[in-house]
């Protein structure tokens, strides 16, 4: 479905509730469905979640994961260690086209049996379950930390545990440290030492206890960029947050600092305010740590008029599309001077928007949530809007709660 979003004013005081981290959660299931005497709270509504939990909970030989590209990777390592069970892992056409082969590898390397459906590197990929014994392992520093937060979450099942060396400077270093204080959370032993993960094996079952997911920081994001657009002294509070967040996109908090929205904390909800009389400047920011928000600050800037210098993206090119082209081509349609290379984005300053223009979501959820906010400068069409239901489902319909109108 396509939705129109016309010029909008957003209600001068509002509060969201947001569903759990898209990120907790499927580790905490797959978690969860090795030691199952753990118990989740404020799970996550999301369809990538939905088709964790489905595939965690079944009992089928073909498992289609459709665009679920952190379901693709946890659940590869999942069902390396499955002993005595056989999977095929497939998913959308475009699932089809990322690569997987540093995660087979590294699987490999430990011993496990996976061999590829169709093309090599790609998925589908068929998985025989087996214990893996051997407990060394490395992998480029640079690559997505949702490989190696697969490894570390099935490594207390490992017979020996596991030692992971990143080779080169890593990124997204907030994401693994996410991992690693959840297995410490249930009592699993590890370190993270120079370049070096550990995490010991653990036979024993973790105490019986539940876990609440804090709410989700890249949703929170997209009221983030709205209250960056809205009038003076619009604010939005937002439920379920902590200042001590283990999401690495809590650097919203910072980064949006610097485009006139204050963050105030007040036990476990976060109140937006915008700020008055702020003096903008052009944004520069490394992002290798929190690239998710990249698209969601560049149209920020589009809308406020500013430009901005993003680097650190060289992982959005293998998101659900490629999201810095994406990018590059929708902001065009929108009058923007735009420039990308194969890690940044660099957007020059305009004082004015194209208003109607239909913007193409390339089935990326984070495409449709990022340019809605500039209905508050102009009207704009959103194709192919129901897409947001991969990390938020409620999206639109709180949108229209505080003040947008969507037809």
């Known amino acids: 479905m396509n939705l129109l979003l016309q010029p909008s004013i957003c209600n001068p005081k509002s509060a969201i509730s947001i569903t759990g981290s898209k990120s907790e959660t ?88 996976i061999d590829y459906v ?36 099935i490594a207390s099942k490992l017979e020996n545990g596991i030692e992971l060396t990143l080779e080169g400077e890593i990124t997204s270093v907030p994401y693994i440290k996410m ?20 995490v010991k094996s653990s036979n024993q079952e973790p105490k019986p206890q539940t876990l609440t997911v804090e709410s989700d920081w890249s949703s929170a994001s997209y009221f983030y960029s709205i209250v960056a657009l809205a009038n003076e002294g619009t604010e939005i509070t937002l439920s379920s947050y902590k200042e001590n967040s283990l999401q690495g996109d809590s650097a919203l908090a910072a980064i949006y600092k ?15 305010v915008k700020q008055p009389n702020f003096k903008f400047e052009t944004v520069k920011l490394e992002l290798n740590k929190t690239p998710d928000i990249a698209q969601t600050i560049v149209v920020t800037c589009l809308g406020l008029g500013i430009g901005c210098h993003l680097t650190g993206l060289h992982t959005l090119k293998i ?46 959820h984070r495409m ?28 639109w319909i709180d949108l229209k709660n505080i003040g947008f109108q969507i037809s």
């Not at 890690?343 to 004015?352: A, D, Q, R």
Request: include cysteine; hydrophobic fraction near 45%; proline fraction near 4%.
């Open 26 to 113: 499927n580790r905490l299931l797959l978690l969860q469905a090795l030691f199952p005497n753990i118990a989740i709270e404020n799970i996550s509504n999301s369809d990538d979640s939905e088709v964790m939990q489905k595939a965690l909970s079944g009992c089928e030989e073909i498992i289609d994961i459709h665009h679920a590209g952190t379901a693709m990777r946890f659940l590869t390592a999942f069902f390396a260690v499955q002993e005595n069970r056989t999977v095929t892992l497939t998913g959308s056409p475009r699932m089809k086209e990322r690569p997987i082969k540093i995660l087979v590898d590294a699987l490999r390397q430990l011993g496990a049996k």
């Open 118 to 153: 169709e093309n090599e590197g790609f998925p589908p990929i068929k998985i025989i379950g087996q214990k893996l014994s051997q407990n060394k392992v490395s992998l480029p520093a640079s690559v997505s930390s949702q490989y190696i937060s697969a490894l570390l979450l």
């Open 368 to 395: 449709a949530m990022a340019f809605a906010p500039l209905a508050l400068k102009v009207s704009i069409i959103i194709e192919n809007a129901e897409v947001v239901s991969k990390s938020y489902p409620d999206f």
């Open 179 to 198: 991992t690693l204080a959840l297995l410490n959370e249930i009592g699993v032993e590890t370190s993270f030492i120079g370049n070096v993960i550990t």
């Open 258 to 272: 610097k485009m006139g929205v204050e963050t105030i904390f007040d036990g476990n909800k976060i109140t937006l």
């Open 319 to 364: 998101k659900e599309t490629d999201r810095l082209e994406a990018l590059r081509i929708e902001l065009t349609k929108l009058g923007a001077n735009i420039s990308v290379t194969n890690e940044s984005l660099t957007l020059k300053p305009s004082n004015s928007i194209n208003s109607n223009v239909k913007i193409a979501t390339y089935n990326d």
